[in-house]
């Protein structure tokens, strides 16, 4: 029973990284703007300081857990389906935590700079790529991953992320380290 446990757990984390290329690409970009999820999508790309309301992606999300575990249950019983949920749902939060703070706070460690210059890339250069924000799986998989070095930025666009507005203002030796990767384009 452990073994099953600790097994789905894993099983669960690798599915979250399908699950988040699917809600970002195929239900936040494919539909255009027809569906909920897109036009939230839309609206956090036209402003990327907005995040969807917590209540309504709770709302979203609780189906989507309710449906892991139910499939979890019927493969394995209950200690699948708590593996499985409980790894989508950790999965789940990291990937909103890493979002908003790539966004906001900034990144703290190599790979919190890796993913920042991942999505930033997918908000500013190419929105058809690089849908993973905590894994390139699926965009390496399905063959939507760019490798990224460096991000340009318009300056018009620099002061929407709070902290690389700040450190960009910096001489470059000041900078902190995880900025490297980001310039403004000219």
């Given at each position: 029973?452990?073994l099953?446990?600790?097994?789905?757990?894993?099983?669960?984390?690798?599915?979250?990284?399908?699950?988040?290329?699917?809600?970002?690409?195929?239900?936040?970009?494919?539909?255009?703007?027809?569906?909920?999820?897109?036009?939230?999508?839309?609206?956090?790309?036209?402003?990327?300081?907005?995040?969807?309301?917590?209540?309504?992606?709770?709302?979203?999300?609780?189906?989507?857990l309710?449906?892991?575990?139910?499939?979890?249950?019927?493969?394995?019983?209950?200690?699948?389906?708590?593996?499985?949920?409980?790894?989508?749902?950790a999965?789940?939060?990291?990937?909103?935590?890493?979002?908003?703070?790539?966004?906001?706070?900034?990144?703290?460690?190599?790979?919190a700079?890796?993913?920042a210059?991942?999505?930033?890339?997918?908000?500013y250069?190419?929105?058809?790529?690089?849908?993973?924000v905590?894994?390139?799986?699926w965009?390496?998989?399905?063959?939507?991953?760019?490798?990224?070095?460096?991000?340009?930025?318009?300056?018009?666009?620099?002061?929407?992320?709070?902290?690389?507005?700040?450190?960009?203002?910096?001489?470059?030796?000041?900078?902190?380290?995880?900025?490297?990767?980001?310039?403004?384009?000219?």
């Open positions: 029973m452990i099953q446990f600790l097994m789905s757990l894993a099983a669960g984390l690798f599915a979250w990284t399908f699950l988040e290329y699917v809600i970002h690409y195929w239900l936040g970009h494919l539909p255009k703007g027809k569906t909920l999820i897109s036009r939230e999508h839309i609206a956090h790309h036209k402003d990327v300081s907005y995040f969807s309301p917590l209540p309504l992606k709770i709302r979203g999300a609780m189906p989507v309710a449906i892991v575990g139910g499939l979890g249950w019927w493969l394995g019983g209950p200690a699948v389906a708590a593996g499985l949920t409980l790894a989508v749902a999965g789940w939060a990291t990937y909103e935590g890493l979002h908003k703070s790539i966004h906001v706070n900034g990144p703290k460690t190599a790979y700079r890796w993913a210059r991942n999505h930033l890339y997918h908000h250069c190419k929105p058809n790529r690089n849908h993973g905590t894994s390139p799986i965009d390496l998989v399905l063959g939507t991953y760019d490798s990224v070095k460096t991000v340009s930025l318009r300056e018009r666009d620099v002061p929407d992320i709070p902290w690389l507005a700040r450190e960009l203002t910096k001489p470059e030796t000041e900078q902190d380290q995880f900025t490297r990767g980001f310039q403004i384009r000219t």
